[in-house]
């Protein structure tokens, strides 16, 4: 895939609204030759103006952009996920020659990319996906970047994205992440791990309010201290900040203006229901997704509250205590979207390599923190380990935070403090180290009421009982 006329733009961008104008300016200051494309007259002329030095420019005639780049021709939308994406492409395709490329930074779900990828194939077009995390300051000056798909068209653009993304140290936060919709998929169980760990920090939150009586001063000096330590990590830094951030207004705390509904784009809910498609439980990327859904029911809260009374939620644990069960239920939120990998990558032949998407997470993405160090070691001791919590040195650092998690999660439930994602993540460890469930009593009420049959302990194959002879 040579390029025919150097003297044309090496890339162009559709969609100049924040994240595709600021990685475009991302590629110009590392010296690519690139425009953009907007229907929006206004977005090209901040592209234009914000990039004067490069001397930017920006198309609105989608025929006088096309003709402008090099060939092949490499276009990387950047536009809402769904039918708009459609659209976009139908509208390119006639403009397209045999061996131009499309690449789709939005988060598309997976399921769609796999269906473009066959469709413009048969078009001769290349076509990836590639998830970009580190919202609109990760896209100006280094995101991280997930692509997956054609490999070959992904070699054309290597250059720019190594050159665009995060570092952590010589390292770029990009690397191929596999065949098909893979890096799609990555990009989404990243942001299941995200919703888990925003969860996790809101519930901490409502720990040190409700249960400890700490101000929001005394809560941005607990993150601020932990975000010093084994904790750090971009969403603990950014939300010790939010704490002491004062409304214009009324030059009050802004948080305490926000009201208590949390929205979302839909990306979590994508991890929960591929995990349940693929029988593999995610139960703190589940209950964050749940627990935003359930913040929405405001009155239904406040009505209910009034019913059954206000709960006396204040505890009794350290803060030390309560930064245990925090590190240990982050571990097992990454450990769960880990695993969510190891099996996708079986059931879609992915191929994945958890080292590697553990290395690129490391900078760049909202889900970066000191811990994925931790874990890139452990893939890259072991790339074939299933679960992070087979390994050695994941299972040392559990171990030294359990006593403080049961402690405050047990004081939680018993004062009536509602922490969902805490309950049900320490209710997965505990199952997922038991050897023996209490399983088999559900196959024998399968057996018992529909012949679904079992399995036994003491032989192979598969068996029926006649349980009516109990009648």
């Known amino acids: 895939m040579a390029n025919n006329d150097s003297k044309k733009y090496k890339l162009g961008m559709i969609g100049l609204g924040t994240m595709g104008r600021n990685l475009l300016l991302n590629m110009a200051d590392k010296g690519f030759s690139v425009t953009g494309y907007d229907k929006d007259r206004k977005m090209i002329s901040k592209l234009e103006e914000e990039g004067k030095k ?269 930064e245990d069960a925090f590190y240990f239920s982050m571990i097992s939120a990454y450990a769960q979207g880990m695993h969510l990998l190891v099996q996708a990558s079986k059931e879609y032949q992915y191929d994945l390599q958890l080292q590697e998407i553990a290395k690129i997470w490391r900078g760049g993405c909202i889900i970066r923190a000191k811990f994925l160090e931790d874990i890139y070691q452990a893939y890259d001791k072991n790339n074939v380990l299933e679960h992070l919590f087979g390994d050695a040195g994941i299972q040392n650092i559990i171990k030294g935070t359990l006593a403080g998690t049961r402690k405050t999660i047990s004081a939680c439930i018993n004062s009536g403090l509602g922490i969902p994602a805490f309950a049900s993540t320490l209710t997965y460890f505990d199952t997922i180290t038991t050897a023996r469930m209490p399983s088999n009593l559900i196959q024998a009420q399968r057996d018992f009421f529909g012949a679904h049959t079992f399995e036994r302990i003491d032989k192979d194959g598969v068996f029926h009982a006649d349980w009516n002879k109990l009648s």
């Not at 990319?113 to 194939?121: A, S, W």
């Not at 519930?203 to 001063?217: A, T």
């Open 54 to 322: 490069h001397n930017l420019e920006g198309f609105d005639d989608i025929k006088s952009f096309i003709s402008s780049l090099q060939t092949p021709r490499t276009l990387i939308l950047l536009v809402p996920a769904g039918p708009i994406v459609d659209s976009v492409i139908a509208e390119l395709k006639p403009l397209l020659s045999k061996g131009d490329i499309i690449i789709d930074s939005g988060n598309s779900h997976f399921t769609d990319t796999n269906r473009r990828v066959d469709e413009l194939e048969k078009d001769g077009l290349h076509f990836f996906g590639m998830g970009i995390s580190g919202g609109e300051e990760g896209a100006r000056f280094g995101p991280s970047m997930m692509p997956g798909g054609d490999k070959q068209a992904y070699n054309v653009v290597k250059d720019v994205f190594d050159a665009v993304a995060a570092k952590v140290g010589t390292d770029p936060c990009v690397t191929y992440i596999g065949p098909g919709a893979s890096g799609h998929f990555v990009k989404m169980v990243h942001n299941g791990i995200e919703y888990a760990i925003m969860e996790l920090i809101a519930e901490v939150y409502g720990i040190l309010k409700n249960g400890l009586g700490y101000s929001n001063d005394d809560i941005y000096k607990v993150f601020k201290k932990w975000n010093e330590g084994r904790l750090q990590s971009f969403l603990l830094e950014i939300t010790a900040e939010i704490f002491v951030f004062k409304d214009a207004e009324t030059q009050n705390d802004l948080l305490d203006q926000i009201k208590d509904e949390a929205r979302s784009k839909g990306t979590g809910k994508w991890t929960s229901e591929v995990s349940m498609e693929l029988q593999l439980p995610v139960p703190t990327i589940n209950e964050a997704v749940s627990n935003r859904d359930l913040s929405k029911f405001k009155k239904l809260r406040v009505s209910l509250e009034e019913a059954f009374g206000k709960k006396d939620t204040k505890i009794a644990v350290t803060v030390e205590e309560l």
